[in-house]
């Protein structure tokens, strides 16, 4: 069993960064895939980044490539996304989840999630 908090969600102004932090316990993120969500009202949860644990690989939605960063703290069990260049189209609530092994963009694949923090840009 995997426990995941997220912490650093915020309300910004555009074109500020925050820095959200995804905790695990219970179990390392050994072999585990960790993504980000966020999930807009009323629309499904949407893919943002991804971060394969073993190799660090990362994939990323063609809206945050080169504003987001998603990397890991092997030390501390813990996976970041950094952002960068808030825009008020980003306000949403962002999850992080793990699955094992391969990372994949569909949040139906993740087994593990976090609570949420609610990350909001203004203009």
């Known amino acids: 069993q995997v426990q995941l908090v997220e912490s650093g969600g915020g309300l910004v102004q555009a074109g500020d960064s925050l820095r959200l932090s995804c905790a695990a316990s219970?179990?390392?993120?050994?072999?585990?895939?960790t993504g980000w969500f966020r999930q807009f009202p009323g629309k499904e949860r949407e893919f943002v980044a991804a971060?394969?644990?073993?190799?660090?690989?990362?994939y990323y939605q063609d809206s945050v490539k080169g504003r987001f960063t998603v990397s890991r703290d092997n030390a501390k069990n813990t996976v970041y996304l950094q952002m960068n260049s808030l825009k008020p189209e980003d306000t949403a609530v962002y999850y992080c989840?793990?699955?094992?092994?391969?990372?994949?963009?569909?949040?139906?694949?993740?087994?593990?999630w976090g609570q949420g923090t609610q990350v909001t840009v203004s203009s």
């Open positions: 971060i394969q644990w073993t190799a660090g690989t990362t």
């Open positions: 219970g179990r390392t993120f050994s072999n585990y895939a």
């Open positions: 989840a793990a699955k094992f092994w391969i990372a994949t963009m569909s949040a139906d694949d993740y087994k593990y």
